[in-house]
């Protein structure tokens, strides 16, 4: 099991291990207030994500062939759907983030507890990390 498998796995565990909506609604809020706030300055149209009815802005950096990722959102339960994916995929290899698809989204019942536009938002955010995880993977292959 790969490093973003593993992360997704204990998010997945947290989620399945509240008994209501309200617990899992709270406990996504919570992960939101643990993010370290962006600066002004990355708050900006190039770090923000189209397609997300609130603002959202996610801030790659490839390290140590690592991808870190840091992100923010003017809306608090989104918020806590930014810093679920930065847990699952922040820390990982590019083709660990590549090959490892959002099983949270079912298996923590997601889908079908968000609004739609939610859903679209978490959807944008995800293809956003794929695209950087995939320009990452191309930068490393072509220093090699």
């Known amino acids: 099991m790969n490093f973003c498998e593993q992360q997704q796995t204990q998010v997945i565990k947290?989620?399945?291990g509240l008994?209501?909506?309200?617990d899992r609604?709270?406990?996504?809020?919570?992960?939101?207030k643990g993010l370290a706030?962006?600066?002004e300055?990355?708050?900006n149209e190039a770090n923000k994500?189209?397609?997300c009815q609130s603002q959202v802005w996610l801030v790659p950096e490839l390290k140590d062939?690592?991808?870190l990722l840091r992100g923010d959102s003017d809306a608090v339960l989104v918020k806590g759907l930014v810093a679920l994916v930065i847990q699952i995929y922040s820390g990982?290899?590019?083709d660990e983030i590549l090959s490892t698809p959002p099983q949270f989204l079912k298996e923590a019942g997601l889908e079908s507890h968000l609004t739609p536009s939610r859903s679209n938002g978490l959807s944008s955010m995800l293809k956003q990390i794929q695209y950087f995880a995939l320009a990452y993977k191309t930068l490393l292959s072509q220093k090699r």
Not at 19 to 22: D, G, M, N, P, V
Not at 25 to 32: L, P, T
């Open 19 to 22: 008994e209501t909506w309200e």
């Open 25 to 32: 609604y709270r406990k996504i809020i919570e992960f939101g």
């Open 49 to 51: 994500i189209k397609g």
């Open 92 to 94: 990982g290899t590019p």
């Open 65 to 67: 062939g690592k991808v």
């Open 41 to 43: 300055s990355e708050k």
């Open 14 to 16: 947290t989620l399945q």
């Open 37 to 39: 706030p962006l600066s």
